[in-house]
């Protein structure tokens, strides 16, 4: 039972970016995956997450309108994508598996690095 995030890189400010969240030993679509990242030297930080149902919920005000999310079922996977990004946004990205999403993560995949640079 693993959850294994992906797609991360260089990448110039205002650029987009897409990261996947690829689940493996359960079903991904009858729980919320959340995403969290963490910067040098700062703590982790709650993004947003979306729920079973495809609700999205956001933790942060800071991504609102530049990051979205969305599941493919199919693949069993969830897919952050990432738009006018910013040197801010520099971080380890990471995604989790809740019951819902105000619920606490229960499972955590590795993390996959995020920077944002000209």
């Known amino acids: 039972v693993q959850l294994q995030a992906s797609g991360g890189g260089l990448v110039q400010p205002g650029g987009s970016l897409r990261l996947s969240c690829a689940a493996s030993?359960?079903?991904?679509?009858?729980?919320?995956i959340g995403w969290a990242r963490q910067a040098p030297g700062k703590e982790r930080e709650g993004i947003l997450c979306?729920?079973?149902?495809?609700?999205?919920?956001y933790y942060t005000g800071s991504v609102k309108g530049r990051f979205t999310v969305s599941r493919d079922n199919a693949k069993n996977t969830v897919h952050l994508q990432m738009g006018s990004l910013e040197p801010g946004d520099t971080a380890v990205y990471y995604c989790?598996?809740?019951?819902?999403?105000?619920?606490?993560?229960?499972?955590w995949g590795q993390g996959t690095q995020v920077t944002v640079s000209s």
């Open positions: 989790a598996r809740r019951p819902h999403c105000h619920s606490k993560a229960n499972l």
């Open positions: 030993g359960f079903t991904l679509e009858d729980n919320a």
């Open positions: 979306i729920s079973n149902t495809g609700r999205i919920t």
